[in-house]
């Protein structure tokens, strides 16, 4: 902390934990071609994960697709003051998330997290990238 | 579900169907160009459309510009627990959606849903990407 | 409407106006450059604008700066059941609008409406876009 | 203002401030690597803070990440009326943020402000660019 800025006072009385158990995620595609060094530029999806609170945040993920039944739950944790940038491409049980396959999802927590959408699509030779904070739901 | 991580309880009491029956976005614009090949890499706007619900979704899309009365109602429906990325590009009936106009699309349905917007433009010989969550109205 | 879908009722009981009358997009930059053909590839910064409502929305635009007071109000008119993609470049009353500058800006209107932010960034060779909704308020 | 629109009148009775005074970004990641010229194209994460209100806004930044504990709080002032674009990149004090680093943000003001979260990774040759607003809570 800056000695200099005496008349800074972090606020207070903000001690209640920051997001929603329940968020979504409309979009989703791992496309299966890359074409940057593996694993920074592979093309992916991921979602952000934040927990800010004080427990570890337990978080079930399921998958829907266009025309199956849904897959999941994916389960991961996120520790007390983490953040965990989960790539779907990483997930592998109950099974892995197809490629080139529009899919969405519905991630679940016991505690408040934050969850945030970004894909990074290195098919071709310079990269696009997208970002969204998902939809947040209790 | 994993049986070595015994510890994970999935969140109990969270049966509420997930997200709004209204929903806008107020961008729209379909390039009438495209460097990729067809389709993946066409230029197209999606809207990605989430029913994590129990019950089938109908959904109607108005479309809205900027010089003439709106467009619509194009109906689809989104079956119980999948999702659907309905491009723009796609819409038929009553009419297509017209190319290089600039448009805003509501999206109605009987039940909640979660809708996110998405364009990819290959107009040029690398793709650019945007998403973002439209804007949820009950 | 399509004929055949007997099935599909439009929602009712869903009259309310779709929006907020405050929005504000913390995030503004017009770049100078750009390489692509004026005006579709020139670089620019846009407020989409949708007005799904029955009564014209008067709206008013407030620029922010880092080092300066605020410009405008920048007045435009989106008519009902119309949307207006607003691009920053083009405001010039009372001022434009300082390419090369970081700005933010807060639109209000007198009816609801919903706001989404866009950039087309064409410094390079290839563009990038991107977007997200704007930040509502009442 | 301009005198010719008389019927406009711009709205009254909303002095609220507007914005939060709590924000979370999931998403953060500085890549050690640019190509384009510096600083504008170099590849940076910026958090953009609008204060659209009368009194200051002391902000404290928090950073969390993925195997240790949380670095801050970082503080910065925007004075009212003015916005910062805030680069994650040239915060130094309590100490810089690691590059090529997974981590995520919680932004606390005493006074609402807006907040949205914007990357330009210029790691190939031409940038890709990514926004969103951040998340909202009080």
Same mark, same amino acid.
């Given at each position: 902390?800056?000695?200099?800025?005496? %008349?800074? #006072? %972090?606020?207070?009385?903000?001690? &209640?934990?920051?997001?929603?158990? *329940?968020? /979504?995620?409309?979009?989703?595609?791992?496309?299966?071609?890359?074409?940057?060094?593996?694993?920074?530029?592979?093309?992916?999806?991921?979602?952000?994960? @934040?927990? &800010?609170?004080? #427990?570890?945040?337990?978080?079930?993920?399921?998958?829907?697709?266009?025309? #199956?039944?849904?897959?999941?739950?994916?389960?991961?944790?996120?520790?007390?003051? #983490?953040?965990?940038? @989960? *790539?779907?491409?990483?997930?592998?049980?109950?099974?892995?998330?197809? *490629?080139?396959?529009?899919?969405?999802?519905?991630?679940?927590?016991?505690?408040?997290?934050?969850?945030?959408?970004?894909?990074?699509?290195?098919?071709? /030779?310079?990269?696009?990238?997208?970002?969204?904070?998902?939809?947040?739901?209790?």
């Amino acid at each position: 902390m800056s000695e200099a800025d005496t %008349k800074f #006072r %972090k606020p207070a009385g903000l001690p &209640a934990p920051i997001g929603h158990r *329940r968020w /979504a995620i409309a979009e989703g595609f791992i496309p299966s071609g890359s074409t940057g060094p593996d694993p920074s530029m592979a093309s992916h999806e991921t979602a952000c994960l @934040l927990n &800010a609170g004080e #427990r570890d945040a337990h978080v079930a993920i399921t998958i829907y697709f266009r025309d #199956r039944d849904p897959a999941g739950p994916y389960q991961v944790t996120v520790p007390a003051q #983490r953040t965990l940038h @989960l *790539r779907f491409n990483d997930l592998r049980d109950p099974e892995p998330v197809p *490629r080139d396959t529009e899919y969405a999802s519905v991630i679940e927590a016991d505690v408040p997290i934050v969850v945030q959408h970004t894909r990074l699509d290195s098919r071709q /030779a310079e990269n696009a990238l997208m970002s969204t904070i998902a939809y947040p739901s209790d």
